[in-house]
Protein backbone atom coordinates (compact mmCIF):
# COMPACT_ATOMS: atom_id res chain seq x y z
CA UNK A 1 0.00 0.00 0.00
CA UNK A 2 0.71 3.67 -0.75
CA UNK A 3 2.15 4.84 2.97
CA UNK A 4 2.86 8.81 2.92
CA UNK A 5 5.16 9.53 6.19
CA UNK A 6 5.38 12.80 7.67
CA UNK A 7 8.58 14.19 8.80
CA UNK A 8 9.25 10.93 6.40
CA UNK A 9 13.52 12.50 6.04
CA UNK A 10 13.66 13.29 10.41
CA UNK A 11 14.76 10.75 13.45
CA UNK A 12 11.94 7.87 13.44
CA UNK A 13 10.75 8.96 10.23
CA UNK A 14 13.55 7.77 7.90
CA UNK A 15 13.41 4.83 10.16
CA UNK A 16 9.79 4.00 9.08
CA UNK A 17 10.74 4.94 5.23
CA UNK A 18 12.86 2.17 5.15
CA UNK A 19 10.95 -0.58 7.59
CA UNK A 20 7.88 -0.04 5.56
CA UNK A 21 9.98 -0.15 2.26
CA UNK A 22 11.57 -3.32 3.39
CA UNK A 23 8.01 -5.42 3.96
CA UNK A 24 6.95 -4.33 0.06
CA UNK A 25 4.63 -0.81 0.81
CA UNK A 26 5.36 2.17 -1.47
CA UNK A 27 6.64 4.28 1.59
CA UNK A 28 7.05 8.35 0.76
CA UNK A 29 9.10 10.61 2.89
CA UNK A 30 7.36 13.49 2.97
CA UNK A 31 9.14 16.99 4.41
CA UNK A 32 9.60 20.25 3.58
CA UNK A 33 13.04 18.49 2.17
CA UNK A 34 11.16 16.99 -0.57
CA UNK A 35 8.61 20.09 -1.05
CA UNK A 36 6.25 19.05 1.15
CA UNK A 37 5.44 21.65 3.85
CA UNK A 38 2.30 20.57 6.38
CA UNK A 39 2.37 24.48 7.67
CA UNK A 40 1.07 25.92 4.08
CA UNK A 41 0.03 23.12 2.50
CA UNK A 42 2.48 23.32 -0.15
CA UNK A 43 2.73 19.52 -1.86
CA UNK A 44 0.35 17.90 0.14
CA UNK A 45 -2.69 16.93 -2.57
CA UNK A 46 0.53 15.85 -4.58
CA UNK A 47 2.33 13.44 -2.08
CA UNK A 48 -1.23 12.25 -1.14
CA UNK A 49 -2.75 10.81 -4.16
CA UNK A 50 -3.20 7.31 -3.60
CA UNK A 51 -2.13 7.08 -0.39
CA UNK A 52 -4.10 4.66 1.92
CA UNK A 53 -2.33 5.41 5.36
CA UNK A 54 -0.63 8.63 6.48
CA UNK A 55 1.97 8.62 9.63
CA UNK A 56 2.63 11.73 10.81
CA UNK A 57 5.74 11.85 13.02
CA UNK A 58 7.12 15.46 12.24
CA UNK A 59 8.09 17.66 14.95
CA UNK A 60 8.04 21.44 15.54
CA UNK A 61 11.56 23.66 15.12
CA UNK A 62 10.60 25.30 18.43
CA UNK A 63 9.34 24.49 21.93
CA UNK A 64 8.22 27.52 23.08
CA UNK A 65 4.64 27.05 24.37
CA UNK A 66 2.78 29.71 21.46
CA UNK A 67 5.32 28.61 18.86
CA UNK A 68 4.30 24.54 19.17
CA UNK A 69 1.06 25.25 19.65
CA UNK A 70 0.89 26.89 16.58
CA UNK A 71 2.59 24.47 14.58
CA UNK A 72 0.54 21.41 15.85
CA UNK A 73 -2.96 22.81 15.43
CA UNK A 74 -1.75 24.42 11.95
CA UNK A 75 0.11 21.27 10.44
CA UNK A 76 -2.75 18.68 11.74
CA UNK A 77 -5.18 21.01 11.00
CA UNK A 78 -3.61 21.09 7.08
CA UNK A 79 -2.75 17.50 7.25
CA UNK A 80 -6.11 16.23 8.14
CA UNK A 81 -7.83 18.89 5.13
CA UNK A 82 -5.67 17.32 2.47
CA UNK A 83 -6.33 13.28 4.13
CA UNK A 84 -9.99 14.10 3.55
CA UNK A 85 -10.03 15.24 0.32
CA UNK A 86 -7.64 12.35 -1.08
CA UNK A 87 -9.75 9.34 0.79
CA UNK A 88 -7.35 8.66 3.04
CA UNK A 89 -8.40 5.76 5.52
CA UNK A 90 -5.82 5.13 8.54
CA UNK A 91 -4.15 8.27 10.26
CA UNK A 92 -1.59 7.63 12.49
CA UNK A 93 0.39 9.65 14.93
CA UNK A 94 3.08 9.49 17.65
CA UNK A 95 2.48 10.90 20.72
CA UNK A 96 3.90 11.25 24.05
CA UNK A 97 3.12 8.92 27.25
CA UNK A 98 1.71 11.46 30.17
CA UNK A 99 0.89 14.05 28.00
CA UNK A 100 -2.84 14.30 30.03
CA UNK A 101 -0.57 14.14 33.71
CA UNK A 102 1.40 17.27 32.08
CA UNK A 103 -0.75 19.81 30.79
CA UNK A 104 0.66 22.58 32.07
CA UNK A 105 3.92 21.62 29.64
CA UNK A 106 3.72 23.45 27.00
CA UNK A 107 4.88 20.89 24.39
CA UNK A 108 2.63 18.04 25.80
CA UNK A 109 -0.47 20.28 25.91
CA UNK A 110 0.36 20.83 22.10
CA UNK A 111 0.63 17.39 21.86
CA UNK A 112 -3.00 16.90 23.46
CA UNK A 113 -4.43 19.42 21.21
CA UNK A 114 -3.15 17.84 17.95
CA UNK A 115 -4.58 14.65 19.31
CA UNK A 116 -7.96 16.16 19.58
CA UNK A 117 -7.96 17.74 16.05
CA UNK A 118 -7.10 13.78 15.03
CA UNK A 119 -10.11 12.46 17.42
CA UNK A 120 -12.46 15.05 15.67
CA UNK A 121 -12.02 14.44 12.00
CA UNK A 122 -14.11 11.96 11.29
CA UNK A 123 -10.68 9.74 9.70
CA UNK A 124 -10.08 6.59 11.18
CA UNK A 125 -6.88 6.78 13.17
CA UNK A 126 -4.51 5.09 15.23
CA UNK A 127 -2.70 7.21 18.19
CA UNK A 128 0.74 5.99 19.48
CA UNK A 129 1.75 7.22 22.58
CA UNK A 130 5.87 6.50 23.44
CA UNK A 131 8.15 6.97 26.18
CA UNK A 132 11.00 9.24 25.92
CA UNK A 133 13.51 7.86 22.91
CA UNK A 134 17.08 6.88 24.03
CA UNK A 135 18.36 9.12 21.60
CA UNK A 136 16.83 12.14 23.34
CA UNK A 137 18.80 11.13 25.97
CA UNK A 138 21.85 13.62 26.08
CA UNK A 139 19.43 16.65 25.26
CA UNK A 140 17.41 15.97 29.01
CA UNK A 141 20.57 15.80 30.39
CA UNK A 142 21.38 18.42 29.02
CA UNK A 143 18.10 20.17 30.19
CA UNK A 144 18.79 18.87 33.79
CA UNK A 145 21.63 20.49 33.88
CA UNK A 146 22.40 23.59 36.50
CA UNK A 147 25.56 25.15 36.93
CA UNK A 148 27.39 22.05 35.63
CA UNK A 149 25.30 19.46 37.62
CA UNK A 150 22.72 17.55 36.21
CA UNK A 151 19.37 17.34 38.22
CA UNK A 152 17.25 14.53 37.75
CA UNK A 153 14.15 13.60 39.42
CA UNK A 154 13.83 9.79 41.33
CA UNK A 155 10.90 9.13 39.38
CA UNK A 156 10.29 5.70 36.82
CA UNK A 157 11.57 6.02 33.20
CA UNK A 158 10.85 3.56 30.64
CA UNK A 159 12.76 5.07 27.39
CA UNK A 160 12.98 3.21 24.12
CA UNK A 161 14.96 2.70 21.09
CA UNK A 162 13.97 4.84 17.87
CA UNK A 163 14.05 1.60 16.01
CA UNK A 164 11.77 -0.16 18.38
CA UNK A 165 9.43 3.39 17.74
CA UNK A 166 9.65 2.91 13.92
CA UNK A 167 8.68 -0.75 14.00
CA UNK A 168 5.53 -0.50 16.35
CA UNK A 169 4.23 2.56 14.29
CA UNK A 170 4.84 0.70 11.62
CA UNK A 171 3.15 -2.58 12.37
CA UNK A 172 -0.02 0.11 14.07
CA UNK A 173 -0.07 1.42 10.47
CA UNK A 174 -0.39 -1.49 8.76
CA UNK A 175 -3.19 -2.74 10.97
CA UNK A 176 -6.80 -1.93 11.26
CA UNK A 177 -7.49 1.62 12.60
CA UNK A 178 -7.34 1.46 16.82
CA UNK A 179 -9.81 4.55 17.01
CA UNK A 180 -7.48 4.96 19.84
CA UNK A 181 -3.97 4.77 21.47
CA UNK A 182 -1.76 2.30 22.02
CA UNK A 183 1.39 2.64 24.60
CA UNK A 184 5.05 1.43 23.87
CA UNK A 185 8.30 1.29 25.89
CA UNK A 186 11.31 0.51 26.34
CA UNK A 187 12.26 -3.23 27.83
CA UNK A 188 13.84 -1.85 31.09
CA UNK A 189 12.26 0.42 34.05
CA UNK A 190 14.97 2.47 35.80
CA UNK A 191 14.63 5.12 38.57
CA UNK A 192 15.03 8.58 36.30
CA UNK A 193 18.10 9.65 38.34
CA UNK A 194 19.41 6.49 38.46
CA UNK A 195 19.79 5.67 34.96
CA UNK A 196 21.50 9.20 33.88
CA UNK A 197 23.97 8.27 36.20
CA UNK A 198 25.29 5.09 34.68
CA UNK A 199 24.33 6.77 31.10
CA UNK A 200 26.54 9.77 32.12
CA UNK A 201 29.64 7.50 33.16
CA UNK A 202 28.75 5.61 29.68
CA UNK A 203 29.34 8.23 27.37
CA UNK A 204 32.17 9.28 30.16
CA UNK A 205 30.81 12.59 30.87
CA UNK A 206 31.90 13.51 34.16
CA UNK A 207 28.89 15.70 35.20
CA UNK A 208 27.93 14.74 38.51
CA UNK A 209 23.82 13.92 38.79
CA UNK A 210 21.77 14.92 41.68
CA UNK A 211 19.12 13.50 42.69
CA UNK A 212 16.27 16.10 42.41
CA UNK A 213 12.68 15.64 43.28
CA UNK A 214 11.82 19.32 42.44
CA UNK A 215 14.36 19.02 39.48
CA UNK A 216 12.26 19.80 36.14
CA UNK A 217 11.61 18.30 33.14
CA UNK A 218 11.36 20.87 29.99
CA UNK A 219 9.47 23.15 32.58
CA UNK A 220 7.18 19.82 34.72
CA UNK A 221 7.83 18.95 38.26
CA UNK A 222 7.38 14.83 37.57
CA UNK A 223 5.27 12.85 40.07
CA UNK A 224 6.39 9.01 40.16
CA UNK A 225 4.98 7.76 37.08
CA UNK A 226 4.29 10.66 35.02
CA UNK A 227 6.38 9.53 32.23
CA UNK A 228 5.81 5.87 31.85
CA UNK A 229 3.04 3.45 30.74
CA UNK A 230 0.25 1.77 32.10
CA UNK A 231 0.00 -2.07 32.49
CA UNK A 232 -0.06 -3.81 28.91
CA UNK A 233 2.16 -1.07 27.44
CA UNK A 234 3.90 -2.34 24.30
CA UNK A 235 7.68 -3.33 25.31
CA UNK A 236 10.40 -2.88 22.26
CA UNK A 237 13.51 -5.30 22.72
CA UNK A 238 16.80 -3.08 22.35
CA UNK A 239 18.36 -1.97 25.52
CA UNK A 240 20.09 1.05 26.49
CA UNK A 241 23.32 -0.79 26.60
CA UNK A 242 22.96 -2.59 23.49
CA UNK A 243 21.40 0.38 21.78
CA UNK A 244 24.88 2.24 23.32
CA UNK A 245 27.00 -0.26 21.53
CA UNK A 246 25.32 0.96 18.11
CA UNK A 247 27.72 2.32 15.73
CA UNK A 248 24.39 4.99 14.85
CA UNK A 249 24.00 5.57 18.49
CA UNK A 250 26.72 8.25 18.77
Not at 17 to 35: F, I
Not at 148 to 164: M, N, R, S
Not at 168 to 194: F, H, S
Amino acid sequence: MKIVVIGGTGLIGSKLVRKLGEHGHEAVAASPNTGVDTLTGEGLAEVLKGAEVVIDVSNSPSFEREAVMKFFQTSTGNLLAAEAAAGVGHHVAVSIVGTERMPENGYFAAKIAQEQLIEKSGIPFSLVHSTQFFEFARGIADEGTVDGKVHIAPVLFQPIAGDDVAQAVGRTAVGTPLNGRIEIAGPTRYKMDEFFRKALAAWGDTREVVTDPQARYFGSVLGERSLVPADGAQLGTVTYKDWLGQSDAK
